[in-house]
C-alpha cells in the first residue's frame, strides 16, 4: 500500500458527460502528479501540483482540469468526455520541494478506471 | 517522439536465473532514473532509483546500472522469483525543470516461470 488513494476505481459514463476523480496523496506530501495511461500507451504525464498551485503541464487537453486543495487532496475534471478517453487515470505524490535539483521518489495510487460508452 | 524507449515488450526466465530488463534514453538532461513494477488492476509499485552520479545501486535482488555514455539503463533481478512476473516501467526525470513529471516507457512484461 503506497499510502496514495484514489476514488473512485471504476467509472463508467457517455460521451459528452463530465466527471470528476479524486485523490489523496501520502501523508505529508505536498506535491500531486496527474498520469494517464491508455490501452497502447505508456505512462502519460498530464499536470503537477506543488502545495495548491500548478509547477508543470504535460499532455493535458483543454478539455481537462485539475486543482489542489489545502488539505493536499487533488481532483482531475474531465468534460465533454470522448470514447478516447477512456484509460486508467494514476494520481501520484512525492514530498515535494520548492527548490530545483532535489531527487524526489513518487508514490503511485491503484488508478481509476474510466469508461466513456 | 519517445524519450525512454524499453525495447523489449516482454521477457521470459526460469525462476533462480537472473531477469536483466533494459531501458535507453534520449534526453542528456535527465538526472533521476526510477523502476515500477506494475501488477493488472493496481498501480505502479516504486522498486529502485538511481541518480545521475551513480553507475549503480543495490536494494536486495535488484540493481540498477547506469550508463551515461550509452544513455542506457539496466535492472537486475537476482535470483529471479515467480511472484517478480508483472510488467515493470522505466522512468526519468530532469530535476533542473520547473517541474517532476517522470517520463515513461511501454513496459517490459517479465514472466518467471517455476
Known amino acids: 500500500d503506497s499510502g496514495v488513494t484514489q476514488t473512485p476505481k471504476h467509472l463508467i459514463t457517455a460521451t459528452g458527460q463530465r466527471v470528476t476523480l479524486r485523490c489523496s496523496p501520502r501523508s505529508g506530501d505536498l506535491s500531486v502528479y496527474w498520469y494517464q495511461q491508455s490501452l497502447d500507451q505508456g505512462l502519460q504525464f498530464l499536470i503537477q501540483?506543488?502545495?495548491?498551485?500548478?509547477?508543470a503541464k504535460g499532455n493535458i487537453l483543454e478539455r481537462f482540469s485539475a486543482q489542489q486543495f489545502p488539505d493536499l487532496h487533488s481532483e482531475l475534471n474531465l468534460s465533454s468526455l470522448e470514447l478516447g478517453d477512456s484509460a486508467l487515470y494514476f494520481c501520484?505524490?512525492?514530498?515535494?520541494?520548492?527548490?530545483?535539483?532535489?531527487?524526489?521518489?513518487?508514490?503511485f495510487g491503484p488508478g481509476t478506471r474510466l469508461l466513456v460508452l | 517522439d519517445q524519450q525512454v524507449k524499453q525495447n523489449s515488450p516482454s521477457l521470459s526466465v526460469q525462476e533462480g536465473r537472473i531477469s536483466i530488463l533494459n531501458c535507453d534514453y534520449t534526453n542528456s538532461m535527465f538526472d533521476y532514473f526510477l523502476w515500477y513494477k506494475k501488477y493488472p488492476a493496481e498501480g505502479p509499485t516504486f522498486l529502485i532509483s538511481?541518480?545521475?552520479?551513480?553507475d549503480k545501486n543495490e536494494d536486495g535482488r535488484f540493481t540498477v546500472f547506469l550508463n551515461k555514455s550509452a544513455k542506457h539503463l539496466s535492472l537486475h533481478i537476482v535470483p529471479s522469483q515467480p511472484g517478480d512476473s508483472a510488467v515493470y516501467f522505466c522512468?526519468?526525470?530532469?530535476?533542473?525543470?520547473?517541474?517532476?513529471?517522470?517520463?515513461f516507457g511501454k513496459g517490459t512484461t517479465l514472466s518467471v516461470s517455476s
Open positions: 501520484a505524490s512525492s514530498v515535494g520541494h520548492l527548490l530545483q535539483g532535489l531527487w524526489e521518489t513518487q508514490y
Open positions: 501540483y506543488y502545495n495548491g498551485e500548478e509547477r
Open positions: 538511481i541518480s545521475s552520479i551513480k
Open positions: 522512468a526519468a526525470s530532469d530535476f533542473n525543470q520547473a517541474g517532476t513529471a517522470l517520463i
